[in-house]
């Protein structure tokens, strides 16, 4: 088979170990006779799945007892809306760091009186801001951690006065993360946890219940939270497979243990882009995302562009075109992204600087 550096944004890179499960349960789910994506999901065999997912992101992340975690279709994007429609009374607050953040603020705007606190937008995001004040009187204040188009994230987790509401999409699950200094956390999976399908959304429970307008029932958390994610017919396949990466996670030794190789495979490409004269990285040095690493050619090399993103290619780097709306490169470097295929794009870093110099 056809070997590949996959540094594919989303959907992304999983580890072989969840897509040899995925293959076998394809044939015979749990010596059901059926393939997982055709036996009834009120079935004790995928109860039992559906229950192991749940408590292997409650052990993962630690996740603590006044908190439910929920599984659901219609991806991050319609979390936005969730996230107003549950939370949104009065006035809610946004840190706009990217596309992903301002098209939250946007659905949140249809819903309510949602603002802008601060903005990075002035630099094309490349940057976090820092500096501002959160006011008191808001009813959450929404974050996206890592802003997968722009490579720049928040590592860390806030000391936020109010409700702190974070979209996690792209770096769940690369580093530990206080669970309890979040009043809500979701995602979708495709990024850094399974394929795409499904969303996550961690939930301290007392944040609900609070607002006037009436809510759909397929879109009030409390639904999904009461039928433990099985309202309605869950995404079966993505479910699973997240289950499966979630276990070979838990079995490298979980969020501390990958967040080291993390640490190590982000560190090994950005001292190659400070270093090689051909490429300059775009975010912040205090900002870089440990995720998403976003570089350009080097003033001067910009003409070589194409013929970089061609050398590449013809050693195997798969999906290293930065996103259309800002151009350059991408590196996605998620959980289940080998350290050699980090290597491997230095050596083609290294390899094209020796034809060019
Ligand atoms: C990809 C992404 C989204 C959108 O996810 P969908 O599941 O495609 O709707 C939202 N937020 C962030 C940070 C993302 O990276």
């Known amino acids: 088979m056809k070997k590949a550096y996959n540094f594919n944004a989303g959907p992304c890179v999983l580890p072989q170990q969840a897509i040899d499960a995925a293959i076998a349960a394809l044939q015979d789910f749990k010596g059901t006779g059926m393939p997982v994506i055709s036996v009834s999901h009120r ?14 992101w409650k052990e993962l992340l630690n996740i603590p007892d006044n908190y439910e975690v929920v599984f659901l279709g219609g991806g991050a994007s319609l979390q936005f809306l969730y996230v107003a429609m549950n939370l949104l009374e009065n006035k809610a607050g946004y840190l706009e760091t990217g596309v992903w953040a301002k098209k939250a603020l946007k659905e949140a705007k249809g819903i309510g009186n949602a603002i802008c606190i601060a903005s990075s937008a002035d ?12 006011p008191k009187d808001l009813d959450y204040f929404h974050i996206t951690t890592n802003n997968t188009i722009y490579g720049t994230e928040i590592k860390y987790d806030m000391d936020c006065p109010v ?145 970089f993103l061609a050398f590449a290619k013809e050693r195997g780097m798969v999906g290293i075109k930065g996103h259309r709306s800002v151009g350059g490169f991408r590196a996605s470097l998620y959980n289940a992204c080998p350290k050699e295929a980090v290597q491997a794009l230095v050596a083609c870093m290294q390899d094209f600087e020796k034809l060019h110099k």
Request: aromatic fraction near 10%; include cysteine.
């Open 163 to 307: 409700n702190l509401v974070a979209d996690m999409s792209s770096d769940i699950m690369s580093r530990p993360v206080d669970v309890s200094k979040y009043a809500l956390i979701y995602g979708g999976a495709q990024k850094n946890v399974g394929p795409a399908g499904v969303i996550f959304a961690i939930i301290r429970k007392d944040i609900l219940g609070k607002v006037s307008r009436y809510l759909p029932t397929m879109l009030d958390y409390r639904t999904h939270i009461e039928k433990e994610s099985m309202f309605n017919t869950p995404p079966v396949f993505p479910i699973f497979v997240m289950t499966e990466t979630l276990k070979w996670l838990k079995g490298i030794g979980g969020v501390e243990a990958i967040h080291k190789i993390n640490v190590e495979k982000a560190q090994l490409l950005y001292d190659e882009i400070d270093r090689n004269p051909l490429f300059v990285g775009t975010a912040a040095k205090e900002d870089r995302s440990i995720m998403n690493v976003c570089f350009v050619m080097a003033p001067g090399y910009e003409n070589l562009q194409d013929e």
């Open 123 to 134: 630099k094309t995001y490349s940057y976090i801001p820092k500096g501002y004040e959160i």
């Open 43 to 56: 079935s004790k065999e995928w109860e039992e799945t559906m229950n192991e997912c749940r408590a292997l």
